[in-house]
């Protein structure tokens, strides 16, 4: 069965700077990989997937992610922060979509 | 048009009491999927449901849980004698089948005092 794992479980980041919060996969087969973010108290929302195509995803709020089948990573990366991207961020992976997967969760807190 | 609508938000239940959550999926969405989260904890599938059938509960307790999508009506998720290791926020998202097309409630945050 398919995995995620998200190496870092707190990621703490100054206003304006560059993050990157990795995840590794692990499957067999091909992949479907996804972001999702998750503020207090609150559902997740999706923030990118890759489907196929390009290994350069675009997303909201600024974000993007590329797949890299090579090193099975898709690591979302954002080049300046703002205080509303606290949050906590999720990366899922599925073999077809009934079956999506879930990291651990990275939480990203931007100080000013 | 509403998104996925989970009832209730919060739900306080005593050790041994019954608890029912609802999740009601988007217009037109006639996949359903329960997760679990836990404290510092990613979220853990517990169970795929279409309309009148149980496609996946691979990741259900054995005792206890039980899921439901019945033909009219949300899906219900129910917690019999709930113990402590019960409190979670529970969340439900709905599809239309297609890939990459959850979308997710605000979640039932069940806590057993």
């Known amino acids: 069965a398919q995995s995620v794992t998200q190496l870092d479980s707190q990621v703490p980041v100054f206003e304006e700077a560059p993050v990157e919060l990795r995840c590794n996969y692990s499957?067999?087969?091909?992949?479907?990989l996804f972001w999702y973010v998750q503020y207090p108290n609150q559902g997740l929302q999706l923030l990118l997937k890759?489907?196929?195509?390009?290994?350069l995803v675009k997303g909201i709020n600024g974000f993007e992610a590329e797949f890299n089948k090579s090193q099975t990573s898709f690591h979302l990366r954002k080049p300046s922060v703002h205080i509303s991207d606290t949050a906590e961020y999720f990366c899922?992976?599925?073999?077809?979509?009934?079956?999506?997967?879930f990291g651990a969760g990275t939480r990203l807190t931007v100080k000013p | 048009n509403a998104g996925v609508m989970q009832n209730p938000r919060h739900l306080v239940r005593r050790r041994g009491q019954e608890a029912r959550l609802r999740c009601s999926p988007m217009?037109?969405?006639?996949?359903v999927y329960w997760y679990r989260q836990l404290p510092e904890e990613g979220l853990k599938f517990m169970v795929y449901?279409?309309?009148?059938?149980?496609?996946?509960e691979s990741g259900m307790p054995k005792e206890r849980f039980s899921a439901e999508f019945p033909k009219e009506g949300p899906s219900i998720l129910r917690i019999q004698q709930v113990v402590r290791g019960d409190s979670a926020a529970y969340f439900c998202?709905?599809?239309?089948?297609?890939?990459?097309?959850?979308?997710f409630g605000s979640g039932t945050r069940l806590t057993v005092v």
């Open positions: 499957s067999s087969v091909s992949v479907y």
């Open positions: 998202a709905s599809s239309k089948g297609e890939i990459g097309g959850y979308t």
């Open positions: 449901l279409q309309k009148e059938n149980i496609i996946d």
């Open positions: 890759y489907l196929s195509g390009s290994t």
């Open positions: 899922a992976v599925s073999v077809d979509n009934n079956d999506m997967r």
């Open positions: 217009k037109g969405h006639s996949h």
